[in-house]
């Protein structure tokens, strides 16, 4: 069996991955969204449920919200459910994408009382912020057009730049803004912030406090999103990851599970870049489970980014190092692929239980009863969805 070193296990009991509290609600396509038993009715039962997946796991200590759809009167509660339960609550999400008024634009509208009211969201979300401890402030901006000379792009950059200064402004010294990019959807033709490069102009010129959000399932096929990674972390202005997996567009759909390969080089290049267990580089998940249990789907994301994060540490790097050096293009690239095909699940599974977690926490999970028991005790209210 694969033995992983002490270095290499210290580093990955610091590891934490966030996870989003919309995983948890009922979620689909435009087609149709199929109910689940038990699924949470409040913020409250969101919380619960994300608090299972770290009891089980010890890799998910927080949990990130979206607003307004974790709008509670008391957020001073909220925190302290979270607490109570072992977890903290994290990044706070703005939302301008669901409101009547945002059809053309927020941070970008070229109608002052629009784009006023959408700064004034993101001022509340700060209070929230403020409230629940959190540090950072995501931001992702559906706006865009659908057809060639539909919009001014220019004029739609200053503006955003203008908004972005006016809620910089209110952060607090010990929070911070990131701005997340997306190539397209929900508009076709051009999209405010479509790439890395137009996340990182818009958040350097606010300061240290603003970074790049990077969500993987945001470019176009065939995009090196390592490549990404690593100008981001050289640039210093990797903020955050939303981690996910695509096999077309936006899918959401559990991280590493399209493409395992490719989170093995993303995570390679956080590696080598300093980037892994640095308080500057969030890792969070940003997923939706529409066929799949909710919580084990959130289990199993976890473990993956983990099992793949001890593969890229596996990385003999002297002898990368030495390959690229020699120019010897096959053997460097063995060194990678070596990594890439250790299973360390069996190193894992000891190591769990050597911490009294789990060896196989799916497995614990299922054998736990949570799920029958939620699906008994909730019901009746508004089972909560993406989207409430
Ligand atoms: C947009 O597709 C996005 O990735 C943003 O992070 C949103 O906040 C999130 O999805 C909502 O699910
Ligand atoms: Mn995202």
């Not at 990404?228 to 955050?240: A, D, E």
Request: aromatic share 8%; charged share 25%; glycine share 8%.
């Amino acid at each position: 069996m694969t033995t992983l070193s002490p270095e290499i296990l210290s580093t990955l009991q610091a590891q934490a991955i966030e996870l989003p509290s919309w995983a948890f609600g009922n979620s689909g396509t435009r087609f149709r969204v199929f109910p689940t038993a038990g699924t949470p009715r409040d913020p409250f039962e969101k919380i619960a449920d994300a608090a299972e997946v770290n009891r089980l796991t010890a890799l998910a200590p927080t949990v990130a919200l979206h607003i307004p759809w974790d709008l509670v009167d008391d957020y001073t509660a909220l925190r302290r459910h979270a607490e109570d339960l072992g977890v903290k609550l994290g990044t706070v999400n703005s939302n301008t994408f669901q409101d009547e008024d945002y059809k053309f634009g927020a941070l970008t509208h070229h109608d002052e009382r629009i784009r006023r009211k959408a700064i004034d969201h993101h001022l509340a979300c700060i209070d929230v912020m403020d409230a629940t401890g959190s540090r950072d402030l995501k931001i992702w901006l559906a706006e865009g057009s659908n057809y060639p000379g539909q919009n001014d792009m220019r004029g739609r950059q200053d503006r955003l730049q203008d908004s972005l200064q006016q809620i910089y402004a209110r952060l607090g010294d010990d929070q911070r803004l990131v701005l997340e990019y997306k190539f397209f959807e929900p508009s076709f033709y051009h999209t405010d912030v479509p790439d890395w490069g137009t996340s990182y102009a818009q958040v350097a010129s606010l300061g240290d406090k603003a970074m790049v959000c990077l969500d993987t399932g945001h470019h176009a096929p065939g995009t090196n999103i390592e490549f990404i990674v690593m100008q981001l972390l050289r640039l210093g202005k990797l903020g955050s990851f939303d981690f996910n997996s695509r096999f077309y567009a936006d899918d959401d759909l559990i991280v590493g599970a399209a493409d395992p390969f490719q989170l093995f080089r993303i995570l390679t290049e956080v590696v080598r870049g300093g980037g892994l267990n640095n308080p500057d580089v969030a890792f969070m998940l940003d997923q939706c489970h529409n066929i799949e249990d909710k919580i084990p789907g959130q289990i199993r994301s976890v473990l993956n980014v983990q099992e793949m994060t001890a593969r890229a540490l596996l990385i003999d790097r002297q002898a990368l190092d030495a390959a690229q050096q020699a120019n010897d293009v096959l053997g460097a690239n063995a060194v990678l692929m070596d990594a890439f095909y250790t299973d360390v699940r069996p190193a894992l599974a000891e190591w769990r239980e050597s911490r009294g977690l789990p060896a196989d926490p799916m497995a614990a999970f299922a054998a736990s009863g949570y799920l029958p028991r939620i699906a008994e005790e909730r019901v009746g209210g508004t089972q909560a969805g993406w989207g409430a």
